[in-house]
């Protein structure tokens, strides 16, 4: 198994569906993120998770909800997205505390199109 | 706030050549990570590189080494005998040495390097 596992690897969703996207890391690190991936845009942080509390929401629209049930899943619930939504969703994950962090480490991503 | 710039975002290299991938940051913090990140089509971000600020060594992986030019905020990344598997976008980032706590990761807009066989 990779080290971090991100399910669907593309989805399609109309402007009033539900979906949720799904991550899995089997490193046994500590902190989970989420992060979005635009077109000719840097990659932006949405959440962070460390110790399965949610640290950082970096003014993520209320549309987005993520959700940490423990230290190796992260899920990201998605309702009555825009078509400007569209992007690719990367999950990472790394360990946190003692003398230093590591880095982090990346899924594979999940593009989405919102129609 | 941290910001990362790369100011080319395309760039080219014959196989085996050597290249040089620029990326300058700006920070008030004196202690600090920096790192490129490669992005091959299969889309997952991968580690190439990582510099602690106060390291004043160049790191070095193999193929690939780094300019780390604190006073100025440069951090470029040489790609030597450069191979078809190195196409990819390259992703510079930031992030700040803060122990013990979850750190966020800052990117430049990443840059697309072809290579010509």
């Known amino acids: 198994e990779t080290g971090v596992t991100q399910t669907p690897r593309h989805l399609v969703m109309g402007m009033t569906n539900k979906k949720s996207l799904k991550c899995e890391q089997h490193?046994?690190?500590?902190?989970m993120y989420w992060y979005k991936q635009s077109a000719k845009k840097p990659l932006e942080l949405m959440f962070v998770?460390?110790?399965?509390?949610?640290?950082e929401n970096n003014s993520v629209p209320s549309r987005f909800s993520p959700e940490c049930p423990n230290s190796s899943h992260l899920f990201l619930h998605l309702h009555t997205l825009q078509p400007e939504d569209s992007a690719l969703y990367l999950c990472?994950?790394?360990?946190?505390?003692?003398?230093?962090?590591?880095?982090?480490?990346f899924g594979q991503g999940t593009r989405l199109t919102v129609v | 706030a941290q910001t990362v710039t790369q100011s080319q975002p395309e760039m080219s290299v014959q196989e085996a050549e050597t290249v040089t991938l620029s990326c300058t940051y700006d920070t008030s913090e004196s202690d600090y990570y920096l790192f490129w990140y490669k992005q091959p089509p299969s889309r997952q971000m991968i580690l190439v590189i990582r510099q602690e600020a106060y390291k004043q060594q160049n790191a070095t992986e193999n193929r690939f080494s780094v300019n780390f030019q604190k006073a100025a905020k440069s951090f470029s990344l040489k790609i030597s005998d450069s191979q078809l598997g190195d196409a990819a976008m390259y992703f510079c980032?930031?992030?700040?040495?803060?122990?013990?706590?979850?750190?966020?990761?800052?990117f430049g807009k990443g840059m697309k390097l072809t290579v010509n066989p």
């Open positions: 490193l046994g690190h500590n902190a």
């Open positions: 980032a930031y992030r700040r040495a803060r122990k013990g706590g979850s750190e966020k990761l800052v």
């Open positions: 990472a994950s790394s360990q946190v505390g003692g003398a230093m962090n590591t880095e982090a480490f």
């Open positions: 998770y460390n110790f399965k509390e949610q640290t």
